[in-house]
């Protein structure tokens, strides 16, 4: 390592933190001015290994801490214990972590420990509902007090965090999902699935995996199923959770359609190519929030909050709940009604130019280079 340059450890366990920080990798694994070491976790193996092969990114190092049926305090303590062991080897001058995962809340508070500023990449989320999102929210607010730089992706985070009253520095950087997502798609991937006919149908792209629906996939499933038997030219593309749990009840009730094409979940690529295709977007994930938008898709959120509250405000995305009624009368009106669907498709989307990393890497570097100058 050169003397002149910085320690930084990047850390991640899961998909959506690897698709967020994969630009944020890439701007500091290119500048002499950082050593770089990335370190997973191993809460989400094999699906972070995709990603990290299609932006052509190595880890440093595993914990591998994957184990069947772990449990969150699984997670938290065995990311805790391995993060605090290499953290003292590595001694970084900064940790950055991504959103309100487990692995980046025990990453923080193994840097806190040891004194390390911590680098919050995504801060700022809310829902004010500490159990919805479960365990996020919690995660998220944590990461915020011990954090010194927060990288707020729009306005309404920054606001988020001010009224939290943290200590360090804010910063409106945009989000770095859309870097990622550009990135992807002028690739023009391809999302080739064995008997679903992109040119003949509106395909729906689905993702359901939120602990807080659990309880309630029958009901999704059968909003689903209603609506395939309401729009004959209507196909759903649903790529399944691996965690039992959610798979099996979606799969008991959409099995047998045959126009529900229940998958094994997408690589990034094939994510993006499927986004790039499909009609409109039904989901409780956080990061098909932000990026269906970019390529003009509208988005039904299957949640009864989002910490993504702008992109209701500007109109790319629509709050449903789980609610079956209100969940099929929202896509039969984007199914219906051409002037509503092209109302949120054509909505300017809240989260970013794809510039974000660019703006970490260089406040990240502002902020070093003074603390060596004291």
């Not at 959610?246 to 690589?267: K, N, T, Y």
């Not at 896509?331 to 509503?340: I, P, Q, R, Y």
């Not at 092209?342 to 809240?350: F, G, L, T, V």
């Amino acid at each position: 390592m050169p003397n002149s340059s910085i320690p930084i450890c990047i850390t991640l366990g899961t998909r959506p933190e690897a698709i967020k920080l994969a630009p944020v990798i890439q701007q500091f694994q290119k500048s002499p001015q950082f050593h770089t070491k990335v370190v997973l976790t191993g809460q989400h193996k094999e699906m972070v290994a995709q990603v990290m092969e299609l932006f052509h990114l190595k880890a440093d190092l595993d914990l591998e801490i994957m184990q069947p049926k772990q449990t969150l305090t699984d997670i938290t303590c065995r990311s805790l214990q391995g993060l605090d062991e290499l953290f003292q080897q590595l001694q970084p001058q900064m940790v950055l972590v991504q959103g309100d995962t487990s692995t980046a809340f025990a990453a923080a508070l193994a840097a806190f420990y040891q004194k390390i500023p911590v680098g919050h990449v995504e801060a700022g989320l809310r829902t004010n509902d500490l159990f919805n999102p479960y365990p996020e929210e919690a995660n998220r607010r944590l990461i915020s007090q011990i954090g010194q730089l927060h990288f707020a992706p729009t306005y309404k985070a920054v606001e988020n965090l001010s009224a939290s009253g943290v200590v360090g520095e804010i910063h409106k950087t945009g989000n770095t999902v859309i870097d990622a997502l550009l990135n992807v798609a002028k690739q023009n991937p391809e999302c080739q699935i064995p008997g679903l006919q992109w040119q003949k149908f509106r395909v729906i792209l689905a993702t359901i995996h939120r602990r807080e629906n659990w309880d309630q996939l029958s009901e999704i499933g059968q909003s689903f199923l209603t609506i395939l038997d309401k729009f004959p030219d209507v196909a759903l593309l649903l790529p399944l959770h691996r965690n039992p749990t959610v798979r099996e009840p979606l799969r008991a009730i959409l099995g047998h359609h045959q126009r529900a094409f229940l998958i094994e979940p997408l690589d990034y690529g094939q994510l993006v190519g499927a986004m790039q295709n499909c009609y409109l977007v039904m989901t409780d994930s956080g990061g098909l929030q932000e990026e269906a938008p970019s390529l003009g898709k509208p988005v039904l959120v299957l949640r009864e909050t989002t910490e993504r509250p702008e992109a209701v405000e500007f109109g790319t995305a629509k709050l449903v709940g789980i609610n079956q009624e209100l969940v099929v009368g929202a896509a039969t009106d984007l199914l219906s009604d051409v002037g509503k669907y092209e109302q949120m498709a054509n909505a300017i989307n809240p989260f970013g130019d794809g510039h974000a990393a660019e703006r970490i890497f260089e406040i990240v570097g502002k902020y070093l280079g003074d603390l060596r100058g004291k």
